[in-house]
């Protein structure tokens, strides 16, 4: 097994080579300057120009390119300053609870992680706005030369920096922190190490909610009342620059579908983690197998950060994108040939890092395992998340049948089509929810809830080439929103389309993975909350063997709250999106009626783009906060006032339902997304093309999915990562109010 010395060694060099690798990912991207056809032969152009087009050109793209940076910027600013109050306020509430519950010392060191799990996820969300700012309209001008291959690189690169830069920035500081706890406490006592570092992932997944769900408001606000003013009253092309809500829109795609992302998938990352390391740390074999079998789980995501990073060069040289139909292909190898390589990967740290043999006192029995069989528990994981990954693309690429034929249904009005897509999302939760059964029975059954918890790492192994493929998706969107603000050449609106065809495909794949994840890591967090209350009970001289009864009356009872909570949290958030959006259509009304010249096909005035883009700042920072309350308050008050018997009904209720919701609002969203797309290629003329009858129907459908796919379903991961991470680091503490019972005491 190996030492602390190699293991630290293998960890810290391997988030070093992702953070470095991000860098020269930037380096390749930075080439290429902000300005029209610079440096790129005139043979090589689409059509011929003037110079003083070019300069024309040239300026509006600095121009947009500006304006977009500057209201990501002036978002995000806001709503982390939002954020950090939020941090100070929690850190007092996590430190008096946890010193009551416990004691001071671990109550400094769980306030401690948790502000460097926030603090990270702010990092990493930034990091994301920023790359995503610089490289879409560095995307759009590599649209300008021949082929396809300069621009696809410069889209994936960007999702590189992303996905490497947030990857290893997490393992370093969540390993950096784990070394300083280190000096602090004996081997005996690593259970309560690790009890203290749970705080990291809730650090992470709080502001991961803020930044899912005030990011999806705003983009959708933007999104929707562009669309429903635009596209829909005026028969405006899509990112046509005399529409004022714009810059706004494009805005969204950087603050929700790359930080608001990102944040996401980091918080999954953190607390899949710090499950695994707490049942670890509770398991006597494990311990006293040194430092190298505890510390397994980051292991995993630091050697995949290399595997990834392979992965990466078929993308760009071994199967470079050279026509439009290899773009889908090539993202989708990404998945799959990084899922493959994790296998051998996994194979090696298990044999070197964990014992050949170790027991497990299991929730409910006493499990033999050995390292083959957590092995497994991993690849099960990896491979299930393939498959849900696979499952989703099919249900949402416009390559597939279910897209086409919910583009056929639009010949019949906007209705049939609704109907038609709420079907299809229905339909696709099938094949996932089976295959997350299926992980959990083979997880459960060899490693009990350690191999639920590494099911979990497993799915997330590959985080750096999810996170890759998920953000080239809103860098391409941007990039033709850029083009068709500069008035650029159709064929280069053509090209970006294309990416961005693909690019909707992918980051519904990256948001299949991202519900798998989370519904596997709430479930490991969970049964770390279950181990956490056993050991407080066997401290107490009680009874240490304890399970979870359904058919108890709290339990039950709560499980039905539970189940209902993804149902309040989705009406919040989706009420959000229309009272936002709703405003920002009388707003582009309003500048439509007061400067009718707008509407004019070569007009020469410019909307007021900077009153959208404060409608939908102000609409997301005021409508973030009741639903993130909602999801902290929640298991807080329950735990509080009715105990720890409640808590488990709703932790078991919030994962059911929740899980299914954000699988159909996802998958539906993102079919009628691309069904419209489909319908705008003209790849079926019986459909008619953009401005048809049948467009005008998948464009109220996809206004319809806007809210569904990119606000409503992502945020629901966090809800069921966030109530189970909060149970956990607030485990004793409920225990410590009449050993369980809470305030009311109704527990019997």
Known sequence: MLSIESTSGLILICSGIGLLWAFLQFTYIAVTKVNAYEEIDERTALTAKTSRTVEAQTAKLKEVYEAISAGAEAFLRAEYSICCMFVAVFSVIIFILISWGQNAGEGFLTTLSFILGAVTSIASGYIGMKVAVFSNVRTTINAQREGYQHCFNTAFRAGAVMGFALTGLGILVLYATLMIFYIGFEQENWDVMMGCISGYGLGGSSIAMFGRVGGGIYTKAADVGADLVGKVVHGIPEDDPRN?????????????????????????????????????????????GGWGAVCFPIAISALGVVVCLVTSFLATHVYPVTSMNKIELALRLQIIVSTILMIPATYLLASGMLPESFVINGVSSVVQATYSDAFICVVAGGVGGLIIGLTTEYYTSKEYEPVKELANSCKTGAATNIIYGLSLGYKSVIVPVFVMALIVYIAFDLCDLYGIALAAVGMLGNLATGLTIDAYGPVCDNAGGIAEMAELPGEVREKTDALDAAGNTTAAVGKGFAIGSAALVSLALYGAFVVRIRQALSAGGEEASISVEILHPLT??????????????SAMTMKSVGEAAMEMVREVERQFKETPELLDENTTIRPDYDRCVEISTKSALKEMIAPGALVMLAPLITGTFFGVHAVYGLLTGGLLSGVQLAISMSNTGGAWDNAKKYIEGNIDSSLGGKGSDCHKAAVVGDTVGDPLKDTSGPSLNILMKLM?????????????????????????
């Open 244 to 288: 004022p809500a714009t810059i706004a829109d494009n805005v969204g795609d950087n603050v929700g579908d790359v930080a608001g992302m990102g944040a996401d998938l980091f918080g999954s990352f953190a607390e899949s983690t710090c499950a695994a390391l707490v049942i670890a740390s509770q398991t006597n074999d494990l311990r006293n």
């Open 556 to 569: 039950f009872a709560f499980l039905l709250i539970g189940s209902m909570l993804p149902y309040w949290f």
């Open 724 to 748: 189970a991470i909060i149970s956990l680091v607030f485990a004793d503490y409920f225990f410590a109010i009449n050993a369980g019972r809470g305030l009311l005491g109704l527990t019997q």
